[in-house]
C-alpha cells in the first residue's frame, strides 16, 4: 500500500523555513489534490510504477517491507515535484529565479534521500539536465530532428528510478533494464501523444514542438489544423504513440508486471477517446443530413 | 442494401483509413462504399477546410487546458 501523498508532502513542508515554504506552498496550490493530480488517468506513472514493481517483486516471493516502499514512493513524488519546478520556469518562467533554484535544491535532495543507492541514478538524472537544457533552446528555435526528440525525451526517464530502487530492495536488479526499455517506450508514447494534443496551445505560447514543426506550424495555425486533422496527422502520431504501448504491454507480460499492461489499455482508452473527439466534432459540426431537417 | 448518412458519419469518426480516404475523395468513397446520402453532403465534405478543422482543434485545446496531471 502507498502512503497517502498529501500526508507526506505535508510533512516535508513543515520542516521548510518561510523563504521555502512560499514557492512550495503556491506549487502544491497550482496542482491541487496532489492524489487526484498523480492518479488522473492522463498522469503518468510516476507514483505508480514503484507500486506495480513492489507488487511485482512480492509475486517473486520477493517482497519489500512497506516502510521502505513508502519512502520510495514519496522520492518519487520529491523528484517529480523538483522536474515540476523546473520545468515551470524553463516553459513558462514561473516562479521567481531564487526560489526555483533553492526549491529544487531542496526537492532534489529530498528525493536522493528517500531513494538511496540506486545504480543508474547518476546517470539517468545527468541525462536529465542535458535533455531539459537541449528542449529548452529547441523550443525556442523549433530546430527539432528525430534524434534530439529522442534525446529530448531522456528528460523523463528518471520516472524509472523508483521502480529500479525496488528492484534493487528486492534483490531483482536484474530486470532492470527490462523495466528501463518499458519506461522508455512509455515515455516516448506518452510524450508524442501529449505533445499533439497540446501542438495548438504549444503553437500560441511559442513552444515550437517537434510536433508543431513537423505538421506545418511554423507556418501558421491553419496549416497545423490541415495537415493535422484533414490530411491524417493527427491519426499518424495516434498510430505511433500505440506502436509505443505495444511494447510496454510487451514488457509488462514477460516480466509479469500486469498492472502495466492494464495501465497501457486504459491509455489506449484515452487515445481513442481523444481521437473521437476531435473528428466527431469536426464531421458533426460541418457535415449535416439535410434529410433530417425536412 | 444502402448505408446511411449516420453510418457513414460514424465510421468517418472512428476508423482513420476510412477518414483519410473519405477525406481525399468523398465522391468515389460514397458510391463505391454503398453509402445513399444527399448530395450536399458530399459538398460539405469537400468543404471542410483548415478554417472548418478550427472548431476542432478549438475542442482539443479546451479540453487539454482543463487537464491536470502528472506528466
Known sequence: ?294 | MARTYDELIGRAVSDADFRRRLLTDPEGVIHTDGYDVAPEIVAQIKAIDPSAAEAAAQDIESEVGQRMAAN
Open chain 1, 1 to 294: 500500500m502507498a502512503p497517502d501523498i498529501r500526508t507526506v508532502v505535508a510533512g516535508f513542508g513543515r520542516r521548510l523555513g518561510p523563504e521555502l515554504r512560499a514557492p512550495f506552498d503556491a506549487i502544491l496550490t497550482r496542482l491541487g489534490d496532489l492524489d487526484a493530480y498523480f492518479c488522473e488517468p492522463h498522469a503518468q506513472p510516476v507514483v505508480a510504477l514503484p507500486v506495480w514493481t513492489a507488487g511485482l517483486a512480492e509475486r517473486r516471493g520477493r517482497p519489500i517491507p512497506g516502510v521502505r516502499l513508502d519512502e520510495i514512493v514519496a522520492s518519487a513524488v520529491f523528484g517529480y515535484l523538483c522536474v515540476r519546478v523546473h520545468d515551470d520556469f524553463l516553459d513558462e518562467a514561473r516562479g521567481h529565479p531564487a526560489s526555483v533554484l533553492m526549491l529544487s535544491h531542496a526537492l532534489f535532495l529530498h528525493h536522493v534521500s528517500l531513494l538511496g543507492h540506486v545504480a543508474r541514478s547518476e546517470d539517468l538524472w545527468l541525462d536529465y539536465a542535458e535533455a531539459m537544457l537541449l528542449e529548452h533552446r529547441l523550443l525556442r528555435e523549433g530546430a527539432w530532428d528525430e534524434a534530439s526528440w529522442e534525446r529530448a525525451l531522456r528528460r523523463s526517464h528518471p520516472l524509472v528510478l523508483p521502480a529500479a530502487a525496488v528492484l534493487e530492495a528486492a534483490g531483482l536488479a536484474d530486470l532492470g533494464p527490462a523495466v528501463e526499455d518499458l519506461v522508455r517506450h512509455l515515455v516516448r508514447a506518452h510524450q508524442r501523444f501529449h505533445d499533439l494534443l497540446d501542438a495548438w496551445k504549444d503553437l500560441g505560447n511559442g513552444n515550437l514542438t517537434w510536433t508543431v514543426r513537423r505538421y506545418g506550424g511554423l507556418e501558421g495555425r491553419s496549416v497545423l489544423n490541415r495537415r493535422l486533422l484533414l490530411e491524417g496527422g493527427f491519426d499518424a502520431e495516434i498510430r505511433a504513440s500505440n506502436a509505443d504501448l505495444d511494447v510496454v504491454s510487451e514488457r509488462g507480460r514477460e516480466m509479469g508486471l500486469t498492472e502495466a499492461v492494464s495501465y497501457v489499455d486504459d491509455r489506449r482508452g484515452i487515445m481513442a477517446q481523444a481521437q473521437r473527439m476531435a473528428f466527431s466534432r469536426l464531421f458533426e459540426a460541418f457535415v449535416a443530413d439535410p434529410g433530417k431537417h425536412r
